[in-house]
């Protein structure tokens, strides 16, 4: 069924589990992510990034998420991630999705304040929620620009929501996008006593960017078959669930996906190399990014609650 990302968030907010955010710009990933959340009866939110939308085109999006939504048995949410282009937001606002976020993170916190409270008129009016981020998440991919970690101020945190009325709040307490989260061994570390004092001052459900685990075992896959990935740490699953004990509804998740999908797509060029039929190629991804999402579904403690 198709969901409220509000309502999925606001009940995880309540059961102290996160929901998993998963992005997707292809329909085997989609499907990958549609088919873990069926199997652990978990309800998911299926993101597009505006580079996704630049990729596939919105309606092919719209299309793709609707059409497992309705077949599927758990609630399925779609949502715009990293808005940063007010045309992309609005069309998404009125194309369907069921929340946007606004990320104005690396402009001042006037102006990120005007924006967000902009977007949030604009989308409650069509009863589609709002995700907007304080502090700057680290890390560099198409849809975020390359940026330090500028941690979010917990005070600022309060004046942002009570001013902005926005409905989710992403927080920046050490994570960054993209593989290379964490420089230096044992550096892997999330700022929880900030956490506690960001979740003290506001009662809006928080999102953790940037917390792919970035397993060792599928990297050491990818590169087997020729992908060069360095040695890297992600945020580790403990630190993940206290995160969540602590007030984290909202868990994002991509580049966990990109590794599986590269290395079982590398994996199949080697072993078949005579195969040219793409379904050959992209069906085993597929199953590798189920298989990636029902791991993640299992550290955020959603299964069963779709
Ligand atoms: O959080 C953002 C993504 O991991 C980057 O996604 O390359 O689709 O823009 P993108
Ligand atoms: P990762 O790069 O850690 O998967 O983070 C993804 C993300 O935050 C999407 O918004
Ligand atoms: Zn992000």
């Known amino acids: 069924m198709f969901a409220d990302t509000k309502k999925l968030l606001e009940k995880a907010s ?109 989308a409650h009016r069509q009863g589609v929620s709002v995700e907007a981020e304080l502090g700057t998440i680290g890390g560099a991919e198409d849809a975020v620009r390359a940026r330090k970690i500028l941690y979010t101020n917990p005070l600022k945190a309060q004046e942002f929501v009570e001013r902005t009325g926005c409905d989710f709040l992403a927080v920046a307490i050490g994570t960054s996008h993209g593989a290379y989260k964490f420089s230096g061994a044992g550096k892997a570390k999330l700022q929880l006593d900030l956490l506690q004092e960001i979740r003290k001052r506001t009662k809006i459900p928080l999102v953790l960017h940037g917390a792919s685990r970035v397993s060792p075992a599928l990297v050491q896959e990818a590169r087997k078959y020729g992908a060069r990935l360095k040695d890297a740490q992600g945020v580790p699953d403990a630190q993940l669930q206290q995160a969540i004990r602590q007030g984290i509804s909202k868990v994002n998740t991509d580049t966990d996906i990109r590794i599986a999908f590269d290395a079982a797509v590398r994996k199949t060029l080697h072993d078949q190399p005579k195969d040219i039929d793409p379904r050959h190629i992209l069906g085993p991804a597929r199953d590798a990014v189920q298989r990636v999402v029902e791991q993640r579904l299992r550290v955020l403690g959603s299964g069963g609650r779709g």
């Open 14 to 122: 309540a059961g102290k589990y996160a929901v998993g955010h998963f992005n997707f710009s292809n329909m085997e990933v989609l499907q990958g992510m549609v088919q873990a959340a069926e199997k652990l009866k978990a309800p998911v939110i299926l993101a597009t990034t505006e580079s996704a939308v630049q990729y596939a085109g919105m309606p092919y999006l719209v299309a793709l998420a609707k059409t497992a939504a309705q077949s599927a048995k758990v609630p399925l949410a779609l949502h715009l991630d990293h808005g940063t282009d007010m045309k992309i937001i609005r069309e998404a606002i009125h194309s369907g999705y069921s929340s946007v976020m606004i990320d104005a993170s690396h402009e001042p916190f006037e102006r990120n304040v005007r924006m967000t409270k902009k977007i949030v008129q604009l």
